[in-house]
T-cell receptor
Framework: GAVVSQHPSRVICKSGTSVKIECRSL??????MFWYRQFPKQSLMLMAT?????????EQGVEKDKFLINHASLTLSTLTVTSAHPEDSSFYIC???????????FGDGTRLSIL | GQQVMQIPQYQHVQEGEDFTTYCNSS?????IQWYKQRPGGHPVFLIQ?????EVKKQKRLTFQFGEAKKNSSLHITATQTTDVGTYFC?????????FGTGTSLTVIP
């Protein structure tokens, strides 16, 4: 089955640091990648949708200058949390899909803790 | 962003009892997908429903898409401890996916 790799799985860093998270589709070409944020015992909240080679579409309330998304190739998207603060601590999950009406395949997630 | 409502939010059942979660949208859906997320894990795709009134089965799991394509349900027969987790429905709108609020299932041995 389709495999999505997400790294790192866990990050602990100081306030003010920028953190980059990578999401790779290992055995298929991902025309679309999604970035989600999940707080404990809550649902996945879509942050942004990115298509290869174009700018990401951010959901309302998500700061695009704080959460930088790059989807430079059909197999790689990155999310950079710039100048992270404790309130940015969360579980970030990426997913990827190939063509329309195909299911998403999720990475294992990144647990981000800002001290 | 929009969100699909799911009920109940939490469900505790004795092992062997049945379980159902319902997903409701105010708009007509092109398709609906179901995912399962184990504690500490990531969502895993279960199934996609596309046709009005569609019913699909996977062993003890039965998925149904409403006639009006505005609601869906997941029914588990004779739950087992391995069924523990949170079940999410997700709808596709354009090029975006929106997850339901989820139903957390606890199975008591």
């Amino acid at each position: 089955g389709a495999v999505v790799s997400q790294h790192p799985s866990r990050v602990i860093c100081k306030s003010g640091t920028s953190v980059k998270i990578e999401c790779r589709s290992l055995d298929f070409q991902a025309t679309t990648m999604f970035w989600y944020r999940q707080f404990p015992k809550q649902s996945l909240m879509l942050m942004a949708t990115s298509n290869e080679g174009s700018k990401a579409t951010y959901e309302q309330g998500v700061e695009k200058d704080k959460f930088l998304i790059n989807h430079a190739s059909l197999t790689l998207s990155t999310l950079t949390v710039t100048s992270a603060h404790p309130e940015d601590s969360s579980f970030y999950i990426c997913s990827a899909k190939g063509t329309a009406n195909q299911p998403q395949h999720f990475g294992d997630g990144t647990r981000l803790s800002i001290l | 962003g929009q969100q699909v409502m799911q009920i109940p939010q939490y469900q505790h059942v004795q092992e062997g009892e049945d379980f159902t979660t319902y997903c409701n949208s105010s708009t007509t859906l092109s398709n609906i997908q179901w995912y399962k997320q184990r504690p500490g894990g990531h969502p895993v795709f279960l199934i996609q429903l596309v046709k009005s009134g569609e019913v699909k089965k996977q062993k003890r799991l039965t998925f149904q898409f409403g006639e009006a394509k505005k609601n869906s349900s997941l029914h588990i027969t004779a739950t087992q401890t391995t069924d523990v987790g949170t079940y999410f429905c997700a709808e596709e709108g354009g090029n975006q996916f929106y997850f339901g609020t989820g139903t957390s299932l606890t199975v008591i041995p």
